[in-house]
């Protein structure tokens, strides 16, 4: 296996695993946001925030369902350039030749899944600096675990795959050769010597 099978098959591996975690953070509550009725009342209301509605209940009633923020459609386009980036990657381990489309997909990838989680997390972090925030307690929940855990991996498969491009290099990209000692011919320049003509 040389220095750029390795990497490739790395960044592929990476890249399936993002979008496994991406699609299974989907389907799971992001946030559950308890809030008191009242000061010493010993009762509260709650909230579990997901990627398509919001699931609430108050003290005595069944839990109902409402329609929340679309925040599933970013974590979807997500998993579309994932996926994109994960037949990429694995086309580049198999050929065992760098792409170029592959590396700036997985970049672009893993910057589309941060921005969308940092946009989830921004939408409960801020029920923290609403009035009344000491009777509000907000608690993340698997679905953001996982999709925390989705930009980590997914970042990992950008480096590897920009990793394994560098890797894929001549050796005259590596500095100690292209600086290592040459013997210089009498005239101290390599002159190019062509054939005589025929007339």
């Not at 592929?12 to 009342?41: D, H, V, W």
């Not at 990627?51 to 679309?70: C, H, L, N, V």
């Not at 350039?81 to 893993?110: D, E, I, K």
């Amino acid at each position: 296996m040389d220095r750029f099978t390795q990497p490739a098959r790395f960044a592929a591996a990476l890249a399936g695993l993002a979008l496994a975690l991406t699609i299974a953070g989907t389907f799971l509550p992001f946030f559950r946001i308890e809030q008191a009725m009242g000061a010493g009342s010993g009762e509260s209301m709650h909230n579990v925030l997901r990627a398509w509605r919001i699931d609430y209940a108050f003290p005595g009633q069944p839990e109902q369902t409402s329609p929340g923020p679309p925040l599933g459609l970013p974590l979807v386009l997500a998993s579309v350039l994932l996926l994109a980036a994960l037949v990429l990657t694995v086309r580049q381990a198999a050929t065992g030749r760098p792409l170029a489309a592959a590396r700036r997909t997985t970049l672009v990838a893993a910057a589309f899944l941060a921005g969308a989680v940092c946009t989830i997390a921004v939408q409960g972090a801020g029920n923290l600096f609403e009035d009344g925030a000491p009777l509000t307690v907000t608690t993340v929940l698997a679905g953001l675990w996982l999709l925390f855990a989705a930009v980590l991996v997914a970042a990992g498969a950008a480096a590897l795959t920009h990793r394994a491009a560098a890797a894929s290099r001549p050796e005259w990209a590596d500095p100690t050769v292209a600086y290592a000692d040459t013997t210089t011919p009498p005239s101290g320049v390599a002159i190019t010597v062509l054939p005589p003509e025929d007339d």
